[in-house]
């Protein structure tokens, strides 16, 4: 693999930061530990597209669990009611390039 990418688009929803975040376990509650992947400002009309390669190689190679991503909103709380949850977005998905070379 040489490249991947997480990809989705914004449909609906206030202008703020959205931040990628990496899960570092299965819990599904809101408040799962993460780790920060990236914090991406976008427009509407363009696809978001985040470089998440290095991720999806550890991920692949063992490294790290692969417990997926959460995608939040700066104005987003973790609590289970979440009110400021008013973004909403394509389904998420991730675009792999892999080139086997072969001589």
Not at 8 to 35: D, E, M
Not at 52 to 62: I, L
Not at 82 to 102: E, F, H, R
């Amino acid at each position: 693999m040489t490249k991947a990418e997480l990809q989705f688009s914004v449909t609906q929803g206030p202008k703020q930061t959205f931040f990628i975040l990496i899960r570092k376990s299965n819990s599904v509650a809101l408040s799962a530990q993460t780790a920060m992947q990236a914090a991406v400002n976008w427009d509407f009309g363009s696809p978001v597209v985040v470089d998440v390669t290095d991720t999806v190689q550890a991920w692949c190679k063992g490294q790290m669990p692969d417990y997926g991503w959460i995608i939040r909103g700066a104005n987003e709380s973790f609590e289970h009611d979440n009110k400021n949850a008013k973004c909403l977005i394509t389904p998420p998905k991730v675009v792999v390039t892999y080139y086997d070379y072969q001589y």
